[in-house]
C-alpha cells in the first residue's frame, strides 16, 4: 500500500505543469462531462462551423428525469 502511494507521488511530480490558464478545478470539470457523455448521454457535444476548437455543450432531456 505504501508503495503504491510513493509511485502515485512520484507521477504526479514527473507531470508537466499545467498552464497558467488552466486549474485543477478544470480538469475536474472536464472530466465529469466526459463521464456524463460516456455513461449517461447527458450531455449533447456541438463543434462550431468557424472555429473547430470551440466547442459548446447542452444538456438532453434526460436531465429533466434526474431533476
Do not use: G, Q, W
Not at 502515485?8 to 480538469?27: D, G, H, S
Not at 462551423?49 to 428525469?65: G, Q
Amino acid at each position: 500500500m505504501i508503495d503504491a502511494c510513493f509511485i502515485a507521488k512520484r507521477i504526479t511530480e514527473v507531470m508537466p505543469e499545467l498552464p497558467n490558464v488552466l486549474k485543477p478545478r478544470n480538469i475536474h470539470v472536464i472530466d465529469c462531462i466526459a463521464e456524463l457523455k460516456k455513461e449517461k448521454e447527458i450531455i449533447n457535444k456541438y463543434n462550431e462551423k468557424e472555429d473547430k476548437r470551440i466547442v459548446s455543450l447542452s444538456l438532453t432531456s434526460y436531465h429533466v428525469e434526474i431533476l
